[in-house]
């Protein structure tokens, strides 16, 4: 502990001392990237890489999300469904939207992304029904980070702007208001020491890329020496008689010789020399694969936040699967946050913005929505079936858009051709949701009479069910579960006749359990 209280520790000089320096230029804030500095192309050698796009597409598609939708911003508000209404209507209006969120939600790779919002007036019945001019985005327009620079200025106190690159001028402009109310900049962990461009995940993952390619080019050099092993030669002469020192000219042309003739794939030599070809022991070749699947697994772990798939299905591989599933969506979700949080500041605030006026005309000018991208987890169908059937047993009602939706299934169209079954059929599946077709029969279809089965094996349960309905009637036994509760369960999910339930559940409810022996 003493020789810790004895070091005169200098980081935090360095620190102050570089950031000062940082801001002294008056000419721009350099992007504090150590790999920028290393390789200035290197995101797009990254991306070339086919693991790391892999990864990186598939968090940027889980990001932008498919559905969005905006939210009130004061709950309850007796306004707030007509500014949440006129700002959806206003967002339908975008061109590409989903591929905009895309390109934004690359910030996490790069640091930052920008975005400029184009739009037009135009003439729109939006909140009441009086005609207004509107301004509507149309596009947004994608920019890469680079184009954008932030300029210090130096007066009785530190300030700084934003310049943007002027393709067609060739040179830095200073973006006014306008321009900056039109600019999206979605900046990812955006902390003192980024100096405001973001510290993107490919600070972290170069280092592995790197090394990554190493081994990817020993890998492609080495297999020409494991595919085809190595020559070894035996010549007269090859030792320098007078100085016993190796022949080198004689060793050049052996060489030269035998590269050659491997090449053609032959081997011609004099019968008093000795040519041979030597097998290299495949340990260098596993050594190799082990660590370019090691590089492989930390890098979709650094992006992903895990490196298991979820096709597992049993077993300590499933579990950790799914454990590493709800880590890499909890990443996602934050991620997701983030681009919310920036497209209501920059997106809506623009549109609010340029419609003042006619926001505040219709009293909600205080009362800007925010925008939300849906949790769009995927679910297992089979899964989802069963919780419905057993919430429509329990005299639950769900959406029939709902459930279709979450099974993988669509409501069919009027006049289409559906799957016909018998009615107990479908009362079984769902535990009697209404999957009738859309356009009614002109007479009913006559209905198999479910109360006489044709066999035992229609009306058999197995030990699982069995397990269940006896878990029912214990319920009802001890007063935990209404009778007619268990009546519709019994009969919805185990397809009982309603007479049968009916006697089960009376009998379950008259009948008075004895006392449990009390252990002294």
């Known amino acids: 502990m003493t020789t810790e209280l004895r070091v005169r520790n200098q980081s935090q000089n360095l620190y102050v001392r570089a950031l000062s320096t940082a801001y002294r230029s008056g000419i721009q804030v350099h992007d504090p990237s150590l790999w920028l500095l290393r390789e200035p192309e290197l995101e797009e050698k990254m991306l070339r890489d086919a693991d790391i796009a892999h990864a990186v597409g598939y968090r940027r598609h889980l990001i932008a999300g498919h559905r969005w939708n ?21 967002l339908d209006g975008i061109q590409d939207f989903t591929q905009a969120r895309l390109n934004l939600a690359r910030a996490f790779f790069s640091g930052a992304r920008f975005g400029t919002i184009i739009g037009k007036t135009r003439t729109l019945t939006l909140g009441d ?17 680079r184009m954008f620079r932030i300029v210090p200025q130096h007066g009785d106190k530190l300030t700084a702007v934003w310049e943007r690159w002027d393709v067609h001028q060739q040179e830095w402009q200073t973006q006014s208001v306008q321009d900056a109310a039109h600019t999206i900049r979605h900046v990812y962990q955006d902390d003192e020491g980024t100096l405001g461009h973001g510290r993107g995940l490919r600070e972290a993952l170069g280092w592995w890329w790197y090394a990554k390619t190493q081994v990817f080019q020993e890998s492609l050099q080495a297999v020409e020496r494991f595919a085809q ?23 050049n042309q052996w060489r030269n010789v035998l590269e050659d003739l491997r090449s053609r794939h032959v081997l011609v030599y004099d019968s008093s020399d000795q040519v041979e070809s030597v097998s290299v022991s495949a340990d260098g070749w596993q050594l190799m694969s082990g660590i370019r699947d090691e ?23 499933y579990a950790l699967a799914q454990i590493q599933e709800n880590s890499t969506e909890a990443l996602i979700q934050y991620d997701r946050e983030t681009l919310e949080d920036t497209l209501t500041d920059d997106l809506l605030g623009c549109m609010w913005w340029k ?5 505040q005309e219709l009293g909600i000018a205080d009362e800007k929505p925010r925008f939300n991208i849906t949790n769009e ?34 409501k069919p169209e009027p ?10 059929a479908g009362a079984d599946l769902f535990g009697g949701l209404d999957l009738s077709p859309a356009s009614e029969p002109d007479e009913p279809e006559p209905q198999p009479d479910v109360s006489e089965p044709d066999s035992l094996q229609e009306t058999a349960l197995n030990g699982a ?44 409810a008259a009948f008075e359990p004895a006392p449990e022996a009390q252990t002294q």
């Open 70 to 90: 905006c939210i009130p911003r004061l709950a309850g508000s007796p306004r707030a469904d007509l500014s949440v209404s006129i700002a959806n209507e206003l």
């Open 129 to 145: 029904g009086k005609p207004r001019r509107w301004w509507c985005p149309v596009r947004i327009e994608d920019h890469d980070k």
């Open 229 to 251: 092993g190595i020559l070894t030669a035996k010549v007269d002469g090859a030792r320098d008689a007078e100085t016993g020192l190796p022949n080198t000219e004689l060793i």
């Open 295 to 317: 590089l492989r697994s930390t890098i979709y772990t650094l992006i992903m936040g895990a490196n298991l798939t979820t096709s597992a299905n049993e077993g300590g591989s």
């Open 355 to 359: 419609n003042h006026a006619n926001l």
């Open 377 to 410: 987890k995927r679910e297992d169908p089979q899964e989802r079936a069963a919780v419905a059937q057993v919430l429509s047993g329990m005299g639950v009602d769900l959406s029939l858009e709902d459930v279709l939706e979450q099974t993988g299934f669509r």
């Open 415 to 424: 006049g289409e051709d559906v799957v016909q079954r018998p009615a107990a």
């Open 465 to 508: 069910q069995v397990q269940a309905a006896a878990d029912i009637i214990d319920r009802v036994v001890r007063a935990q579960m209404p009778p007619g509760t268990a009546v519709r369960m019994l009969v919805s999910m185990f397809n009982l006749p309603q007479a049968e339930a009916q006697a089960m559940v009376d009998e379950a």
